[in-house]
């Protein structure tokens, strides 16, 4: 038997998901499921996803392999393209983009929060 499932969202969207996710639960799409969300909310039920895939990319580059991007260029000196290594921050932006997370949204969510439990506690 699968651990996946066929879900239907309202949308029409057909996808498949691991059984007991949050979006089998809810039986919506990533993009209905992510409408009237704040980016804080979208991000604290992903964020466990996240963290996996984070700790799966550590695992990977400390056993020798790595992720880079390729660019195409044409430069005077003939070099046709260029690969570079993807930094930790570069990585948090692929995820953040991933889970449809607007990072300055998201921060400022956070700013704005941390500013009303700070007017609490005075």
């Excluded at 393209?81 to 932006?93: A, D, H, L, N």
Aim: include cysteine; charged fraction near 35%; aromatic fraction near 10%.
């Amino acid at each position: 038997m699968s651990d996946k499932v066929i879900v239907f969202c309202d949308c029409g969207v057909e996808f498949s998901i691991p059984r007991g996710h949050e979006l089998h639960k809810e039986k919506k799409c990533i993009d209905c499921f992510s409408k009237g969300l704040t980016e804080l909310e979208k991000w604290a039920k992903v964020h466990e996803d996240a963290v996996v895939i984070e700790e799966f990319i550590d695992h990977i580059c400390a056993n020798g392999y790595s992720i880079h991007k390729h660019y195409d260029r044409n430069d005077e000196y003939g070099f046709p393209e260029v690969i570079q290594p993807v930094s930790q921050c570069e990585r948090r932006r692929l995820l953040e983009a991933f889970f449809d997370i607007d990072a300055d949204k998201l921060e400022r969510e956070r700013r704005e929060l941390l500013s009303v439990v700070k007017v609490k506690n005075k």
